[in-house]
């Protein structure tokens, strides 16, 4: 689910990266909210409240959401930038850096917390921010726009278009792909709503904690997709030996 892309990229690559990162969207969005009071998933709030603040020459606060703006631009440019050097270098699974940059972000945020270092709810804001900016560009990158994990006002358009359009099918192969992608839509709603219930109960027990969690979820993802990629492969080569 973290390596193909293009025409070898099936549904279920995409299902099973869907439902681990719109769970990890969901925590970080409700944990986000409850320790700071902002959204840390999507900017689209965040430039209204921009927009009020400079009408209303309240330059200062204005200045705090423009910086939200830039962090999840930053978090998305600096991901696809890793992205593209890693397809040069050809050195690694291009998707690796990202998702661990994704998780150093989130236990930083802890670390630092949990120090007394970081007490600025900005600071906190932009830093999830940017990491959601990462994970929605690599993601976005991965599986060709199909598959948008940090916000969904762009899934229910696109669910809403998909289930109207169930009632002037003619094909049944249409049929059979609108249907795929509107599964593949309920599955990251639903588990963005999920991430977020855990989210939120956890943030009672361990307040800010929980993103370590979030990491550990990423990571373990990670690690369990190359384990699975390394077995098929033994096994493919196995096969061809013993064919030939």
């Known amino acids: 689910m973290f390596r193909h892309q293009g025409k070898r990229r ?3 690559n995409n299902l099973r990266i869907a439902i681990v990162l719109s769970f990890v969207a969901g925590i970080v969005n409700l944990a986000g909210f409850l320790a700071i009071h902002q959204l840390t998933t999507n900017v689209t709030g965040h430039f209204a409240l921009f927009i009020n603040d400079i009408l209303e020459f309240e ?3 204005g200045l705090a959401y423009f910086l939200y703006i830039l962090s999840f631009l930053l978090g998305s440019f600096t991901s696809s930038l890793l992205i593209e050097w890693t397809m040069r ?29 970081l007490q600025s709810p900005n600071t906190i804001a932009c ?48 049929s059979k792909s609108i249907i795929s992608t509107i599964k593949l839509r309920i599955y990251i709603i639903t588990f963005f709503f999920l991430g977020g219930i855990f989210g ?22 990670l690690i369990y997709d190359d384990m699975r990629h390394r077995f098929l492969l033994a096994k493919r080569k196995y096969r061809h030996k013993k064919m030939a």
């Open 127 to 174: 830093l999830l921010l940017f990491a959601m900016g990462v994970q929605n560009s690599f993601v976005t990158k991965i599986s060709n726009a199909v598959v948008r994990t940090t916000h969904l006002t762009g899934l229910f358009t696109d669910l809403g278009i998909e289930l109207s359009q169930l009632f002037f099918l003619k094909k049944e192969t249409n």
């Open 200 to 221: 939120g109960f956890l943030y009672m027990k361990i307040q800010l904690n929980v993103l370590i969690i979030a990491a550990l979820i990423l990571l373990t993802g």
């Open 10 to 12: 099936t549904f279920k």
């Open 89 to 117: 270098t050809k050195k690694l699974n291009i998707f690796i850096l990202p998702t661990l940059l994704e998780s150093a972000i989130l236990l930083l945020v802890v670390i630092l917390t949990d120090l007394s270092t």
């Open 59 to 61: 330059f200062s606060n």
